[in-house]
């Protein structure tokens, strides 16, 4: 019940965020305005920008006055500046980003604001002059996850958290949030393990861990990538159901994981409305209005915990989102 409620919650918010976009009083769902350059950089190539992109798309054919980019990093800062670069030579002057490395890309992000609007999503750079981050709350999100872990460790244990870059802000938030959640349990975090969004590096950590740690407990992936890479790794060390395994977002190998019991549960975000809202707000702002700049400067996206309670439910939805049938 829960489950479906949260998803009813989202169309609702989805709803209630078209409807102020339409009575802003400088567009409508058909936005008519001066003609603007606008585009989504992700942080890297995981799967769960698939669905980002569809968000992206839906509010590119809603705004008539806007022309739309996505474009995908190769999870290094440096691959996010030539884009930006590349971007903005193009005449581009909005641009919705996660930023790999907030701390050392805030000039980036300054530069951009200069020239347009610049929003963080998905990862956010507080310190910079972006106008807003649309996202999840990492640390509720990483609270989410410790939950789902003293569930599969109710006896505590030893675990190993394992991100591809740990200077995110997503990734420390996430990994704070774990720690809030274990506090004052028997659960112990033994380290946080970093790959530099190299898939075949994420999975070697995994393997690594389960030879140097053989009372290992669980094994905690922080990333859209790192829940099939542990999966692959205890695979092949025979490991699958004596390690228990909790992750983020939904790889289609983390949700059959799931479904076949192999991985204990993952947190889900909603990369549709970061796309869609992002887009959304950065034409809202550029044509003048401001009204949507949530208060704060942030505005969270709701996540969800799912399990093999509700991954089949979860499943049809996400299906249906991608596909539109």
Known sequence: MKFALY???????????????????????????????????????????????????TAGKELSNATVEFRVADGTAAGQRQIVDDLLTKGVTGIAISPVDPANQTEMLNNIAKKGVVVTQDSDAPSSDRAAYIGTDNVAAGKQAGDLIKQALPN???IMIFVGRLDAQNAKERAEGIRQAVAGTKIEILDIKTDDTDQVRAKANAADTIVKHPDIAAMVGLWNYNGPAILSALKEAKKVGKIKVVCFDDDPATVAGIMDGSIFGTIVQQPYEFGYQSIRLMNQILSGDKTGIPPGKQKFIDTVAVTKMNVNEYSDRISHLKTGN
């Open 7 to 57: 998803f009813n919650r989202a169309i609702v918010i989805s709803a209630l965020a078209l409807t102020a976009c339409s009575n802003s009083g400088s567009s409508d769902t058909k936005s008519e305005g001066k003609p603007v350059k606008l585009a989504f950089v992700t942080n890297n190539t995981a799967d769960f920008w698939t669905v980002a992109r569809k968000g992206v798309e």
């Open 156 to 158: 505590g244990g030893k």
